[in-house]
């Protein structure tokens, strides 16, 4: 049988991307955010995962207003990227572990989750981003799921952290024997777009991740069921809370949390943080 043996979550923030970014940062950011990094990457590395699943959401760059799912697995042969040229990211050709996706889309048909599919999904800057530092070889199979975090109406908080434990429970379930990773991306606290735009709200993020930290995970639920609640605090990027929840969610009681790194990032207009899963 599969098992789950890390997890990471950490910011998306396209601008990590490109290193000219990394050197304007503050010496003692860089220096701290490069180290949370390398310390994700080597539990990666640790744990020899044979296949990693992403939780990751989109921004307008595969899905839109005239078919956006809530979850959405990609189950072909390959996955290119990026969907769209910017920020610097190279092109990649990333295999997908299609058995595993296909696995739990059906599980999740047969057992009341009813995740759309694709077999062409490219890979946004979601994904990108944090890989360029996480799995710089790009030779590690994948499992995308995209969560919409983006555009409301949204799954609420509880749905993705249900999710994510389903599909933990899909790993677990698989007649395979293989090492699964899983990598959630997005957040922290950010606005996008409104007037807002390059506020951080370092109190929230540091709370959200002692919440995750202690497992008290129903408190960030209950506290913000509505996408609203939650907006006002962490603005609009901060939705992408949601995949930080899922990879939660789907984490064995083996496995436990520690914080890697946090800066309230101003160059990057965002609460940037990183989280990883390992064996106690």
Known sequence: M??????IACSHVPMMASEKN????PEAERVNLRAGFDRAR?????????ILITFADDHFDRCFYDNLPAFLVGVGEVALGPAVESFDLPKVRVPIASDLARFILCEGLERGVDFAFSEELALDHAEMAPMI???PRWD??????VVNAFAPPMPTLKRCFDVGAFVGGCIERWPENKRVALLGTGGLSHWVGPPETGRINDEFDRWFLERLRLG???EVMTRYARHQDLE?????????IRDWLAVAGAMPRRLRPQVLAYEPLKSWFTGTGIMGWTAA
């Open 2 to 7: 599969a098992q789950v043996v890390a997890g």
């Open 22 to 25: 990394w050197e304007r940062l």
């Open 42 to 50: 080597q539990i990666l590395e640790d744990s020899r995962p044979d």
């Open 133 to 135: 530092h996480l799995t």
């Open 140 to 145: 590690i199979p994948i499992v995308p799921i």
């Open 216 to 218: 008290e995970f129903s």
């Open 232 to 240: 006002a605090v962490a603005g609009n990027g901060g939705q992408e």
